[in-house]
C-alpha cells in the first residue's frame, strides 16, 4: 500500500512539473514553491531580525548625552544636533551663570568683611537711636555665631552664640571674641534688621546719622526696613548674586529635561524602526492552476497581492 502511495506522488510530481516546465502559465509562486522563493523568504526574516533594536541602548546613550542614542538610532543629523546643542549650551550657560554668581559672592562678602564689625554692631544697638526698634537688639530672633579664645574660651567654651552679648558685652573689648563668618553670616547682615548696627556706616566720623528707612508693601501691610549705604550696596550684590544662580539652576533643569526628552525620542524611534516597513508599491502575481483532471490542465486563476 506504501509502495503504490509513493508510485501515485512520484506520477503526479512528474506530470505536474513537466507542465510547469513546458507552460509558463503555470509559473504561481504560491503554489509551486521553488527554491529560489524559499531563500528569498528566508533571506527576509533573517533580514527584519536584524532590524530589530531593543530601546534599552539607545535609551540609556541619551540618558548619558543627549544626542547619543538618535546617533545610535541613525536618526536624522539634524535631531542629533538639536539634543546634543541644547545640552552643550545648557552646560556652558549653566556655567558661566554659576561662575558668575560665585565671583559676585566672593566680592559682597570681602565689603561685608570690610564694612560690618561686631564691636559696632554691640555699641549701635545698645548705646544709639537705632537700638529704639523692635527689631534691632542683640537678644533677638537670628543669631549669629561667635568663636571664644584664651580665658574665655576656657570658662565658656569655644563656640557661642551672639545673644550672649546682651549681658556680656563687654566681652567685645577683650579681644577674645570673633564672629564667625560663615553662610549664615553673611545671609543675616543683609536680611534682617537686628544687625544694620553693624554696618560701619551707620554714623559718619561727626557722629551723624546716615542710616534710613526704607518702607516696603507686603500687601496688608507696610514694612518698616532699617537699612544704611552700604547695606543697600550688599544687598543689592546678593541679589545679583542670587539672580545668576537662578539662571543656572534654569540651565540645569532645561538640560535634565533636554535628557529625559531625547531618551523618550530614542524609544519611540527605536520602536518605530522595529515595526514592519511597509513599502508604497502595490505587486501583484497573476498565474494559473494546475489541475489534472482538467482537460487542459488548468483548475483556476491566481491573483497574489503584495505590499
Known amino acids: 500500500m506504501i509502495k503504490i502511495l509513493i508510485m501515485i506522488l512520484a506520477v503526479q510530481f512528474v506530470s505536474a512539473?513537466?507542465?510547469?516546465?513546458?507552460?509558463?502559465?503555470?509559473?504561481?509562486?504560491?503554489y509551486f514553491f521553488q527554491d529560489s522563493l524559499i531563500d528569498d523568504?528566508?533571506?527576509?526574516?533573517?533580514?527584519?531580525?536584524?532590524?530589530?533594536?531593543?530601546?534599552?541602548?539607545?535609551?540609556?546613550?541619551?540618558?548619558?548625552f543627549p544626542g547619543l542614542?538618535?546617533?545610535?538610532?541613525?536618526?536624522?543629523?539634524?535631531?542629533?544636533?538639536?539634543f546634543s546643542g541644547i545640552e552643550i549650551a545648557s552646560i556652558a550657560s549653566a556655567v558661566q551663570w554659576m561662575n558668575k554668581a560665585d565671583d559676585i559672592r566672593v566680592n559682597y562678602e570681602l565689603f561685608a568683611?570690610?564694612?560690618?564689625?561686631?564691636?559696632?554692631?554691640?555699641?549701635?544697638?545698645?548705646?544709639?537711636?537705632i537700638g529704639n526698634y523692635a527689631d534691632v537688639h542683640i537678644d533677638g530672633t537670628h543669631k549669629l555665631t561667635l568663636k571664644l579664645s584664651g580665658a574665655l574660651a576656657e570658662?565658656?567654651?569655644?563656640?557661642v552664640t551672639s545673644d550672649s552679648l546682651e549681658d556680656n558685652a563687654h566681652w567685645v573689648y577683650s579681644g577674645e571674641v570673633a564672629v564667625l563668618r560663615?553662610?549664615?553670616?553673611?545671609?543675616?547682615?543683609?536680611?534682617?534688621?537686628?544687625?544694620?548696627?553693624?554696618?560701619?556706616?551707620?554714623?559718619?566720623?561727626?557722629?551723624?546719622?546716615?542710616?534710613?528707612?526704607?518702607?516696603?508693601d507686603v500687601g496688608d501691610s507696610v514694612e518698616t526696613i532699617i537699612t544704611t549705604p552700604n547695606k543697600e550696596d550688599y544687598v543689592s550684590q546678593r541679589a545679583k548674586s542670587n539672580d545668576y544662580l537662578n539662571m543656572a539652576k534654569f540651565?540645569?533643569?532645561?538640560?535634565?529635561?533636554n535628557h529625559v526628552v531625547s531618551a523618550m525620542d530614542a524609544i519611540w524611534s527605536t520602536q518605530n524602526k522595529n515595526r514592519p516597513k511597509k513599502?508604497?508599491?502595490?505587486?501583484?502575481?497573476?498565474?494559473?492552476?494546475?489541475?489534472?483532471?482538467?482537460?487542459?490542465?488548468?483548475?483556476?486563476?491566481?491573483?497574489?497581492?503584495?505590499?
Open 17 to 30: 512539473n513537466d507542465l510547469y516546465n513546458l507552460d509558463n502559465r503555470f509559473h504561481s509562486s504560491y
Open 113 to 129: 568683611d570690610d564694612n560690618w564689625d561686631l564691636e559696632t554692631w554691640v555699641y549701635n544697638t545698645l548705646s544709639t537711636p
Open 69 to 82: 542614542g538618535q546617533w545610535y538610532n541613525k536618526s536624522p543629523l539634524w535631531k542629533i544636533s538639536l
Open 155 to 159: 570658662q565658656f567654651g569655644t563656640f
Open 279 to 307: 513599502s508604497k508599491e502595490l505587486k501583484t502575481d497573476v498565474g494559473l492552476l494546475y489541475d489534472r483532471n482538467s482537460k487542459y490542465g488548468v483548475g483556476g486563476l491566481s491573483i497574489s497581492l503584495y505590499w
Open 251 to 257: 540651565a540645569i533643569s532645561a538640560m535634565m529635561f
Open 41 to 64: 523568504s528566508i533571506n527576509q526574516i533573517l533580514r527584519d531580525d536584524t532590524l530589530i533594536v531593543y530601546p534599552a541602548r539607545p535609551m540609556l546613550y541619551s540618558l548619558i
Open 182 to 216: 560663615d553662610r549664615d553670616f553673611y545671609e543675616n547682615i543683609g536680611k534682617y534688621d537686628q544687625f544694620v548696627g553693624g554696618w560701619t556706616d551707620c554714623y559718619d566720623q561727626t557722629n551723624s546719622q546716615l542710616w534710613f528707612e526704607v518702607y516696603k
